[in-house]
């Protein structure tokens, strides 16, 4: 940490990388059980709320050690056979989400995302401003294996303007994860920002895309703290003033994401709910990648923010055992 950090000025916050999650490693993890149950809920009358116990219980990867078991014990591929017993719904969908390795299901999310008619930029951006390096580095070369084309291909002929270069900067995967705070510089890139923005007749987008995408995201949270110092105004605020649409949703997920990542989600996952009808493909996204890592945080920050919990959010939102899985995901 820098000379210069005065720590009443400045707090970092506790463990940026270590969240509360409400799914978690079993202490003793009994496959030959789980798979006999599951096999048995998979019957001719399927037993969901024992599906939901034993698969919403349970870390991704200890589902996939559940999954390999299963094949060595009844020959059968257990994601075929949820499909096949559920080839439909929310439910189904959850499902699969569920048995897709973490890397291999975000390469699935960004496919889908690109390959529509319309391209859905709130999957890319909640996604790829959220990924840390080497898991950007993963899903690419996920994506390569999975569709024998690269991701930057994809996103330089889907998307376009500022919202692309911001994008294609992400996937260069070169933010520095050094942790390590400077003021001196945090300052000198406020100062810039200011200058490119609201000193300036029109914005120079690129000095606050290289910001955003290249400093560590302490130091992204200092810079915005400096900023503020120097021309009394939020960073977020000026960022409203000097962008729109995309572009302007991007710069603010990093600055989120950096800044408070539990509120950054809550807020991505009410995006979802608000509104006629739900996102359910992108809640199944936020739900499952999230639980393992810091729902327990953003379970709180939702209900700071939007007064009631997330919980009754859910369920006023979602129903049947689709809604029982959710919450079991979300330690409810
Ligand atoms: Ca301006």
């Not at 007749?201 to 900023?227: P, V």
């Given at each position: 940490m820098g000379e210069f950090i005065d720590e009443k000025y400045y707090t970092p916050r506790k463990n940026f990388f270590n969240g509360n999650p409400t799914v978690v490693k079993s202490e003793k993890l009994d496959l030959s059980q789980d798979v006999k149950d599951l096999h048995k809920a998979l019957g001719f009358i399927s037993n969901k709320q024992t599906i939901i116990d034993i698969i919403c219980t349970k870390t991704n990867r200890e589902r996939l050690e559940l999954a390999k078991a299963y094949k060595t014990c009844y020959d059968r591929d257990l994601l075929e056979e949820f499909k096949r017993k559920f080839p439909k719904g929310d439910f189904s969908k959850l499902l699969i989400a569920l048995m897709t390795p973490t890397y291999e299901y975000y390469c699935n999310e960004i496919y889908n995302a690109l390959n529509?008619?319309?391209?859905?930029e709130s999957v890319l951006m909640q996604i790829l401003c959220t990924l840390s390096n080497n898991d950007i580095n993963e899903v690419c070369q996920k994506y390569v294996k999975n569709y024998g084309k690269t991701l930057e291909k994809d996103l330089r002929s889907d998307t376009s303007g500022n919202l692309r270069k911001l994008l294609l900067s992400l996937l260069n995967?070169?933010?520095?994860?050094?942790?390590i705070l400077d003021l001196y510089t945090a300052r000198v890139d406020a100062m810039e920002l200011k200058r490119a923005g609201v000193d300036k007749w029109g914005t120079d987008t690129s000095t606050f895309t290289r910001i955003l995408c290249l400093r560590n995201l302490d130091q992204i949270r200092l810079i915005s703290q400096e900023y503020e110092y120097i021309t009394g105004n939020s960073l977020e605020k000026d960022l409203k003033k000097e962008f729109s649409g995309d572009i302007l949703d991007a710069l603010l997920s990093i600055l989120r994401y950096a800044t408070h990542r539990s509120l950054y989600f809550a807020r991505c996952i009410q995006s979802t709910i608000v509104g006629f009808g739900t996102n359910d493909k992108s809640l199944i996204r936020l739900i499952v990648t999230r639980c393992e890592i810091d729902m327990g945080d953003i379970k709180e920050a939702y209900e700071d923010k939007y007064g009631k919990s997330l919980k009754s959010a859910i369920k006023g939102d979602t129903s049947g055992y689709y809604c029982k899985a959710l919450l079991k995901l979300i330690g409810e």
């Amino acid at each position: 940490m820098g000379e210069f950090i005065d720590e009443k000025y400045y707090t970092p916050r506790k463990n940026f990388f270590n969240g509360n999650p409400t799914v978690v490693k079993s202490e003793k993890l009994d496959l030959s059980q789980d798979v006999k149950d599951l096999h048995k809920a998979l019957g001719f009358i399927s037993n969901k709320q024992t599906i939901i116990d034993i698969i919403c219980t349970k870390t991704n990867r200890e589902r996939l050690e559940l999954a390999k078991a299963y094949k060595t014990c009844y020959d059968r591929d257990l994601l075929e056979e949820f499909k096949r017993k559920f080839p439909k719904g929310d439910f189904s969908k959850l499902l699969i989400a569920l048995m897709t390795p973490t890397y291999e299901y975000y390469c699935n999310e960004i496919y889908n995302a690109l390959n529509r008619a319309g391209t859905d930029e709130s999957v890319l951006m909640q996604i790829l401003c959220t990924l840390s390096n080497n898991d950007i580095n993963e899903v690419c070369q996920k994506y390569v294996k999975n569709y024998g084309k690269t991701l930057e291909k994809d996103l330089r002929s889907d998307t376009s303007g500022n919202l692309r270069k911001l994008l294609l900067s992400l996937l260069n995967a070169t933010r520095d994860e050094s942790m390590i705070l400077d003021l001196y510089t945090a300052r000198v890139d406020a100062m810039e920002l200011k200058r490119a923005g609201v000193d300036k007749w029109g914005t120079d987008t690129s000095t606050f895309t290289r910001i955003l995408c290249l400093r560590n995201l302490d130091q992204i949270r200092l810079i915005s703290q400096e900023y503020e110092y120097i021309t009394g105004n939020s960073l977020e605020k000026d960022l409203k003033k000097e962008f729109s649409g995309d572009i302007l949703d991007a710069l603010l997920s990093i600055l989120r994401y950096a800044t408070h990542r539990s509120l950054y989600f809550a807020r991505c996952i009410q995006s979802t709910i608000v509104g006629f009808g739900t996102n359910d493909k992108s809640l199944i996204r936020l739900i499952v990648t999230r639980c393992e890592i810091d729902m327990g945080d953003i379970k709180e920050a939702y209900e700071d923010k939007y007064g009631k919990s997330l919980k009754s959010a859910i369920k006023g939102d979602t129903s049947g055992y689709y809604c029982k899985a959710l919450l079991k995901l979300i330690g409810e």
